[in-house]
């Protein structure tokens, strides 16, 4: 039995962080994205988030190369084909390389819309059984020490899981020092996204005696080999994300010992259907995977959630509370997270309604197709 879907609506939105969000690559103010929205026959609507950034900093997708790829590739594509699982869309999309980022925004919608469908949660129709998820917190570079070790007490006191500080060249040891001294047994991880190379050996070296959990990311985003290199030399685990866009890519890290953690996000690996491959994969492995984040606002952060709750999730990810991010966030109810957890919503699809007025609210463009 085909989904039957009617139209795709793509919904552009901006909206103010509450907090600006630096890392080693540039500080974002505000989140511009599409909500995309897969409307079947019986008006059923699946919603889905696209992830990229205005500029390509993270990776080379943006908003617009998002825009254009949607409507002039994907959307024509779900137009051509049937679709009989979420799982036939990734094969759908195959002939377009790359811009995961598209096309995780117009798959999540569809699985949105199916498990709607089938009346069951977005979480079981993925396989993922956990009523709650443990959830960390991703802090951005901040202008003082003393700003920094703030926000380390106060998500703490929160209960939130695990700590996440973006480091870079001259912001890592001498900061990472201030912060264990003040949280000697907190569980701490640095994210560098790709701020280093081999030439800073001795640096990356140092960073064992923090007793981090991980090291995300420290080499180029495009890079599996130095890697391998570095975790040779380094006791603490490295984290793969910028490198990692397939179950492909995942194989080979592991295969040449890359990495002992990925970061799965589902947007930059291509949706759901590719975040089951790498979750199996890693299962298989003995890989820890953790969900990454993106700023998401409601609709992409239910859809983390839903993916954390299968069950190699097995590291605290970035999903924290939709309060942290957002004014008012576009959801109902929004994500909370009590002594460090959030609770697997129990309603069909990604478990909680939009919040139309909210969304309105922040809508600056909207794009129909009929398929
Ligand atoms: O709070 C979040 O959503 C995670 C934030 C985060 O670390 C991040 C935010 C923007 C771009 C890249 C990254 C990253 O994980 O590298
Ligand atoms: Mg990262």
């Given at each position: 039995m085909p989904i039957p879907i009617t139209q795709i609506k793509l919904k552009r939105l901006r909206m103010k962080l509450n907090h600006p969000f630096t890392t080693s690559f540039g500080e974002m103010r505000d989140k511009d994205f599409f909500i995309t929205e897969a409307i079947d026959t019986e008006e059923r609507s699946g919603f889905g988030e696209s992830v990229a950034f205005p500029a390509p900093w993270y990776t080379e997708e943006t908003v617009e190369t998002n825009a254009h790829v949607m409507k002039d590739f994907l959307i024509p594509l779900l137009h051509e084909n049937t679709i009989s699982?979420?799982?036939?869309v990734r094969e759908i999309f195959s002939p377009i390389k790359r811009n995961n980022m598209a096309k995780a925004a117009l798959e999540g919608a569809i699985w949105d819309l199916d498990a709607k469908r089938k009346n069951q949660t977005l979480a079981e129709v993925l396989g993922g059984h956990k009523s709650e998820i443990d959830a960390g917190i991703s802090i951005g570079i901040q202008p003082t020490i003393d700003d920094l070790l703030q926000k380390v007490g106060d998500h703490i006191q929160q209960g939130y899981k695990r700590i996440k500080l973006k480091i870079k060249p001259g912001s890592d040891v001498k900061t990472l020092r201030e912060v264990r001294k003040q949280f000697p047994d907190i569980p701490i991880m640095a994210d560098?996204?790709?701020?280093?190379?081999?030439?800073?050996l001795n640096r990356l070296k140092q960073l064992d005696e923090f007793n981090l959990m991980m090291i995300e990311?420290?080499?180029?985003?495009?890079?599996i080999t130095d890697h391998a290199q570095l975790q040779a030399l380094i006791q603490t685990p490295i984290c793969l994300d910028e490198s990692i866009h397939s179950a492909a890519d995942a194989r080979k890290a592991i295969d040449l010992g890359s990495c002992r953690v990925i970061n799965v996000k589902i947007g930059r690996v291509g949706g759901l259907t590719e975040a089951l491959a790498i979750h199996d994969l890693c299962r298989e492995r003995g890989i820890d995977v953790w969900c990454g984040g993106m700023l998401e606002a409601g609709v992409g952060r239910a859809h983390n959630i839903a993916l954390t709750t299968l069950p190699q999730f097995n590291l605290p990810g970035?999903?924290?509370?939709?309060s942290l991010y957002w004014e008012r966030d576009i959801i109902q109810p929004e994500v909370i997270v009590h002594n460090g957890t959030i609770t697997a919503p129990d309603k069909p699809g990604i478990g909680y309604e939009i919040d139309q007025e909210a969304l309105e609210a922040y809508m600056i463009d909207e794009m129909v197709f009929d398929l």
């Open positions: 699982h979420p799982h036939d560098a996204n790709s701020a280093y190379t081999l030439q800073d990311q420290p080499l180029a985003h495009d890079d970035d999903t924290a509370g939709s």
